[in-house]
């Protein structure tokens, strides 16, 4: 089966470098890469929304996603699977960008944008829908770089979804839990 996702993701990630690449297209796709580099648009985004009170809430699950998404994707399940870049694996895939550390999946970058759009998501389905757009643009750009296997860009918004959605289960229970304490007393 690994045999079978690795040979696949080969084809895929070999079909997407050598037929969709151009260089109109090229510094584009690295813009929107790195808009995903340490998630800075997701923190900059949950901080901004932490400003108003209306809006608090939603940057707060975001913040907790992205945290959460940092502690079990890039620094628990990476170097657990200890997964090599594809260009290293492979030599004909050249990538546009230095991928940031050696491990592959989850993606990073991937997984920091669906927890941060999920998290919005959950919030204001408007601006969730356009988070959500971004961070699909951020995972395909990650296979156009040529720094990860569509199974990582995969992998990194599943985990992405179910880590926002937890964090916006945990932050409605603890605001909530800490809104009824005010009304007791």
Same mark, same amino acid.
């Given at each position: =089966? ?9 084809? =895929? ?12 297209? !090229? ?10 580099? /340490? ?22 699950? =975001?913040?907790? /996603?992205?945290?959460? &998404? ?37 993606? &990073? ?20 829908? /356009? ?14 770089? &040529?720094?990860?296997?569509?199974? !990582? ?6 985990? &992405? ?25």
């Amino acid at each position: =089966m690994i045999e079978w996702i690795q040979g696949f993701d080969y084809t =895929m990630l070999s079909w997407i470098v050598t037929s969709l690449r151009h260089t109109i297209l !090229d510094p584009i796709v690295v813009f929107i890469t790195s808009l995903g580099n /340490a998630g800075i648009v997701w923190i900059v985004l949950s901080l901004i929304l932490l400003i108003r009170p209306k809006t608090r809430r939603c940057g707060l699950a =975001m913040l907790t /996603a992205l945290l959460l &998404g940092l502690l079990i994707g890039n620094f628990g399940i990476k170097n657990i699977v200890a997964r090599s870049r594809p260009f290293v694996t492979y030599s004909e895939i050249v990538p546009l960008v230095h991928p940031g550390d050696v491990y592959s999946f989850p993606s &990073g970058h991937t997984l920091s944008s669906f927890c941060a759009a999920t998290a919005c998501l959950c919030y204001f389905p408007k601006g969730g829908a /356009a988070c959500t757009l971004l961070a699909v643009l951020i995972g395909l750009s990650r296979l156009y770089v &040529g720094v990860h296997y569509p199974s !990582d860009v995969l992998g990194g918004a599943l985990l &992405g979804i179910l880590i926002g959605l937890i964090s916006v289960w945990l932050i409605n229970r603890i605001w909530d839990s800490v809104r009824f304490e005010r009304i007791r007393r």
